[in-house]
C-alpha cells in the first residue's frame, strides 16, 4: 500500500512538473498568438517556427507541407480519441472552410496526431470526414511527429495518470497554425478564436498571394 501511494506521488508530481513545462509553452506562445490577432490588417511572418516535414497522409501516401504551396494552409495537432478540444476545434475549422465558399479549394486543412500509436491513416480518414471531405489527417512515428511538433512549439504528453495501454488520454496544445502559400507560419490561434477573424486572415492571405 505504502509503495503503491510512493508511486501515485510520483506520478502527480511528474505530471505537475510537466503540466508547468507545458503551460510555460502556452504562455510563450499565447504572447505570440495575441500579437499577430492584434495586427490582423498585417500577419507578420514567425521567424523561427515552423518549416517543412513529411508525414503519411490519411489518404495513403506521403505527405509534405510544399506539397501544398500555393494554398493557404491550417494546421493543428490533435488526436482522434481527444474528448473535447480536437472536435471542438474541427468543427470551428468546418465553418471556416464553409464561409470560403468558392475559394475553400485554396485552403488545406491539416491534423496531425499527437497518438501515432492508435491514430492509424484509416481512422483519421473516418474522423475526418465526420467534419469535412478537404480535410487531411497526418501521422508517422513518434519521432517524426515530436520532431514536426518541436519545429511549430506544440507540446504533448501522455496523461501518466491513466494507467491504460489502450484507454488513455493525451495532454496537447490547442493551437491553430496559419500557415501562408510559402509555407510560412503568420498567425497562431489559441482556443476559443472566432471564426471570422480566422476567415478575415485567410482572406488577407488569398488576396496578397
Same mark, same amino acid.
Do not use: W
Given at each position: 500500500?505504502?509503495?503503491?501511494?510512493?508511486?501515485?506521488?510520483?506520478?502527480?508530481?511528474?505530471?505537475?512538473?510537466?503540466?508547468?513545462?507545458?503551460?510555460?509553452?502556452?504562455?510563450?506562445?499565447?504572447?505570440?498568438?495575441?500579437?499577430?490577432?492584434?495586427?490582423?490588417?498585417?500577419?507578420?511572418?514567425?521567424?523561427?517556427?515552423?518549416?517543412?516535414?513529411?508525414?503519411?497522409?490519411?489518404?495513403?501516401?506521403?505527405?509534405?507541407?510544399?506539397?501544398?504551396?500555393?494554398?493557404?494552409?491550417? @494546421?493543428?495537432?490533435?488526436?482522434?480519441?481527444?474528448?473535447?478540444?480536437?472536435?471542438?476545434?474541427?468543427?470551428?475549422?468546418?465553418?471556416?472552410?464553409?464561409?470560403?465558399?468558392?475559394?475553400?479549394?485554396?485552403?488545406?486543412?491539416?491534423?496531425?496526431?499527437?497518438?501515432?500509436?492508435?491514430?492509424?491513416?484509416?481512422?483519421?480518414?473516418?474522423?475526418?470526414?465526420?467534419?469535412?471531405?478537404?480535410?487531411?489527417?497526418?501521422?508517422?512515428?513518434?519521432?517524426?511527429?515530436?520532431?514536426?511538433?518541436?519545429?511549430?512549439?506544440?507540446?504533448? @504528453?501522455?496523461?501518466?495518470?491513466?494507467?491504460?495501454?489502450?484507454?488513455?488520454? @493525451?495532454?496537447?496544445?490547442?493551437?491553430?497554425?496559419?500557415?501562408?502559400?510559402?509555407?510560412?507560419?503568420?498567425?497562431?490561434?489559441?482556443?476559443?478564436?472566432?471564426?471570422?477573424?480566422?476567415?478575415?486572415?485567410?482572406?488577407?492571405?488569398?488576396?496578397?498571394?
Amino acid at each position: 500500500m505504502i509503495y503503491k501511494t510512493y508511486k501515485y506521488l510520483q506520478r502527480r508530481e511528474l505530471l505537475v512538473f510537466k503540466l508547468g513545462m507545458i503551460g510555460i509553452c502556452l504562455t510563450a506562445n499565447m504572447a505570440l498568438a495575441h500579437s499577430n490577432l492584434q495586427k490582423s490588417e498585417k500577419l507578420e511572418i514567425y521567424e523561427g517556427i515552423g518549416g517543412n516535414f513529411t508525414l503519411q497522409s490519411s489518404r495513403n501516401h506521403l505527405a509534405s507541407l510544399k506539397d501544398y504551396h500555393g494554398q493557404v494552409v491550417v @494546421m493543428f495537432f490533435g488526436y482522434t480519441a481527444c474528448p473535447d478540444t480536437c472536435s471542438i476545434t474541427m468543427a470551428v475549422l468546418k465553418q471556416v472552410i464553409e464561409k470560403l465558399g468558392k475559394r475553400m479549394d485554396q485552403v488545406q486543412p491539416l491534423f496531425i496526431t499527437v497518438d501515432p500509436k492508435r491514430d492509424t491513416p484509416e481512422q483519421m480518414k473516418n474522423y475526418l470526414s465526420f467534419f469535412h471531405p478537404n480535410f487531411i489527417g497526418l501521422t508517422g512515428t513518434k519521432e517524426e511527429i515530436l520532431e514536426v511538433a518541436e519545429n511549430y512549439g506544440s507540446a504533448y @504528453m501522455k496523461n501518466p495518470t491513466i494507467d491504460s495501454e489502450s484507454s488513455y488520454l @493525451m495532454i496537447h496544445t490547442g493551437y491553430v497554425y496559419l500557415i501562408d502559400q510559402s509555407g510560412q507560419v503568420r498567425a497562431i490561434y489559441p482556443k476559443n478564436t472566432e471564426v471570422k477573424q480566422i476567415v478575415h486572415d485567410i482572406y488577407g492571405l488569398l488576396l496578397s498571394g
